[in-house]
């Protein structure tokens, strides 16, 4: 079950950071610009990937799944799940992206970009990003956890890899 561990963190850390590095690209002030939308995803994903081998997610979201006393895999369960996954990466994510697109105005400027203020594009960004992040997770995450089983050579409705039978 690690190994479903292993693809199911690489799956929602690519997904939720090229997600969430293109609905920040075009949600900024200057519009879609793709260097910027490129770095901002291969730093998202560095920092996606660094979460999901670091917090034990499964465990996480089954044991507060488990403390509201919902049935696993239910719709009320998945959405319990789904923002449990939402909160640890989105403000984490959402963070790293507007303290890189800060540096990056300020240098293709050369120092005179007139920005916001930090907190305010901090919130709004943090806003978006977890409205945006629930949904995608909310979604994809069934739809992975069934590749992941597969491609780790689990039987999805036993949970457990085949038996041998040679």
Excluded: W
């Excluded at 465990?59 to 799940?81: C, T, W």
């Amino acid at each position: 079950m690690k190994k479903v561990g292993i693809i199911m963190s690489l799956l929602m850390g690519v997904t939720l950071s090229f997600c969430l590095s293109l609905t920040g690209n075009l949600t900024s002030e200057d519009g879609f610009k793709f260097i910027p939308f490129l770095v901002s995803f291969a730093v998202s994903t560095v920092i996606s990937l660094i979460i999901g081998f670091i917090v034990p997610m499964r465990k996480i979201e089954d044991g507060a799944v488990k403390a509201m006393g919902l049935r696993e895999h239910s719709m009320p369960a998945n959405i319990v799940s789904a923002l449990i996954s939402d909160i640890i990466y989105t403000p984490l994510i959402t963070l790293a992206m507007i303290v890189l697109a800060r540096k990056m105005a300020m240098k293709m400027s050369n120092g005179h970009a007139q920005l916001p203020p930090f907190a305010a594009m901090f919130i709004k960004s943090l806003i978006i990003s977890l409205i945006v992040a629930f949904v995608i997770i909310l979604i994809v995450t069934p739809i992975y956890i069934k590749l992941s089983m597969k491609l780790a050579g689990v039987d999805p409705k036993a949970g457990k890899p085949p038996v041998d039978k040679s």
